[in-house]
């Protein structure tokens, strides 16, 4: 599995608190099967992530995580907030998409309800070369909710949940029920801290997911999906 949507970079933006958190979130991933994680850090207007420094962000935290047998890779990436989005320049751009090959932007929408403006911002990027994950929609429920979400994956948007909604009690059904009709296509822990809140986990979330799909449709969401994204190449066609 891979995780596309993670704070483990420390110190950086409401992630990982320091290189002790980062390590507890690499093993927290460890134990869960997760083989790769995507380090996205806040790139908003109230974080001052410095895009240039990712890189040599990513390499020391490998290091550190190698340098203790954790056996979990860390990608690049970023979670590009869509206020921000029409401020970064091609390079940036590129610089933050995920597993940084260049192909799929994580695009968090404003805050509040998603509108049109998303879908906007969605086909401005694309016109720049990039493709858009959305990130956790359920945060974004509103009018006309998942006709906004049906549009937004018509235009070539992936649709990323968060993994923990995917086994909320009072949300399970609901996530199924959208998985059901095709509006599903990603999961991702969107944890910052290995001492409180989401756990950098997926496992649960995708058995979850099997009571609504068929396994061939769970394998395309928790594996070919993400590792093509990662390559910066589409995914296969979905099997539903």
Sequence with gaps: MIDLHCHILPALDDGARDLDDALGMARQAQADGI?????????RHDHAVEIPSLPGRVAALQEDLDARGITV????????????????????????????????????PAPGPID???LASVRRLAARGQRCVIAH??????P????????LAAAGCLIQWTAAFAVAPD?????????????????????????AGRPVALA?????????????????????????????????????
């Design 35 to 43: 083989a790769a994680v995507c380090a996205t850090p806040h790139l």
């Design 116 to 118: 049109a403006q998303l």
């Design 204 to 240: 649960g979330a995708f058995a979850a997911l099997r009571d609504a799909l068929d396994a061939d449709a769970v394998r395309w969401i928790a594996e070919a999906a993400p590792a093509a994204i990662v390559r910066g190449d589409a995914p296969p066609p979905a099997p539903w």
């Design 73 to 108: 890779r860390i990608l690049p990436g970023g979670e590009l907030a869509q206020t921000a989005a029409d401020e970064l320049g091609d390079a940036e751009l590129r610089a933050i998409t995920l597993g940084g090959a260049g192909g799929w932007v994580l695009l968090e």
């Design 171 to 195: 949300a399970r059904d609901y996530l199924l029920g959208l998985a059901r009709r095709g509006l599903v296509h990603l999961l991702g822990s969107d944890a910052h801290s290995s001492r």
């Design 144 to 151: 006309d909710f998942e006709a906004h979400l049906a549009a």
């Design 137 to 142: 929609p359920e945060r974004h429920a509103g």
